[in-house]
């Protein structure tokens, strides 16, 4: 895999590990640590919960950008079993532990009001999991995927990553990697939520900030202004007020972005992009047809993978 610019480091990918256990065939784990990962007053409720794959085909083998599948106990209104649904891993290679039995991931309880019915609605295995104590057994699918990683020479490169909500999930556990690991690069982490009580893993994220001159962590928080006086922003906005030290970290050849979260996040950080940089600080990470150069406000996201074309260099896993 090679990128856009000559100069540039060769992207290489780990060779990871997929589909030990089917959803078919999931190994029974138990959980061994369950806390909340906001503030106590966050409307919303979004849990750290540690898994013990230990003795199983999971155990030390999952990577952060990987997903865990989880099978809930119970049926569903037809009396099948429910079906599997993917958790992505918030810890560093070698687990929590860092000998690969203890495994994390960070779940939202998905609570919602019908839109027509107004009947509440309860997802299933979100709250499953949520619910589950210390000592409770759960099944477990995986590990899945195998692009949304760090590549092989991690320290060669800087690093981007903008999340979204339980998007910080697999950059909790790049970064650990990185830093545990020696990375001496710029790692930048933009981080999105509704208000400041909603940011994730918030005081880990400063500690290792406070501990790493090389580690920036930076927040957008979208219903209240910043703690920095600036209004109510999106991650992409940070692109436009850390001006001054994103731009040259985004010109330098061996950055790479990452990108999750909420689907259509993508859109506005493209668009961002293109109106701070230009030619061939630019094409490093899309390569936009000129029609749609000439008119970058009102992109729209069908144009993604079409007239706006994100290269190697972009990394993305977006959800609805
Ligand atoms: P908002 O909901 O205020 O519009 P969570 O997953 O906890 O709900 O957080 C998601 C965060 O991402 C919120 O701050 C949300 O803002 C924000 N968000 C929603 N849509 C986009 C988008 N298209 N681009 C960037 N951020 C977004």
Not at 36 to 54: F, M, P, S
Not at 82 to 103: A, F, M, N, Q, W
Not at 207 to 213: D, F, Y
């Amino acid at each position: 895999m090679t990128s856009t610019s000559e100069n540039a480091p060769e992207i290489v990918l780990p060779e990871a590990v997929m589909h030990r256990r089917t959803p078919k065939d999931p190994a029974t784990a138990t959980v061994v640590k369950n806390e909340l990962c906001t503030a106590k007053k966050a409307a919303g409720y979004v849990r750290h919960i540690e898994i013990d794959v230990g003795g199983t085909e999971l155990e030390n083998c999952c990577l952060p950008g990987q997903a865990i599948g989880i099978l809930a106990d119970g049926v569903d209104e037809n009396g099948k079993p429910h079906k599997v649904r993917l958790y992505s891993i918030c810890s560093p290679t070698g687990g929590e532990d860092g000998k690969g039995r203890i495994i994390a991931t960070t779940v939202k309880r998905m609570i919602d009001e019908h839109w027509e019915s107004r009947k509440l609605f309860v997802g299933v295995s979100s709250n499953f999991l949520c619910d589950r104590k210390p000592g409770d057994e759960v099944k477990v699918s995986g590990p899945n995927g195998k692009r949304f990683l760090c590549p092989v020479n991690r320290n060669d490169y800087s690093y981007i990553f903008f999340a979204t909500g339980t998007g910080i999930a697999p950059f909790r556990g790049m970064a650990l990697d990185l830093l545990r690991g020696g990375c001496t690069k710029p790692i930048y982490l933009v981080m999105g939520a509704p208000y400041a009580t909603d940011l994730l893993y918030h005081a880990e994220m400063l500690s290792l900030a406070e501990k790493h001159e090389n580690f920036q962590y930076v927040t957008a928080i979208s219903r209240e202004k910043q703690r920095d006086g600036h209004d109510p922003l999106y991650i992409q906005d940070r692109i436009r007020t850390e001006r001054d030290q994103l731009l040259p970290v985004l010109g330098d050849e061996s950055t790479l972005i990452y990108i999750c979260g909420i689907a259509g996040m993508e859109l506005g950080i493209f668009q961002q992009l293109a109106l701070n940089l230009n030619g061939s600080a630019l094409e490093q990470y899309l390569q936009v047809d000129p029609e749609a150069l000439a008119d970058i406000r009102r992109w729209d996201r069908r144009m993604i993978h079409k007239q706006v074309r994100p290269t190697r260099r972009v990394f993305m896993e977006v959800y609805a």
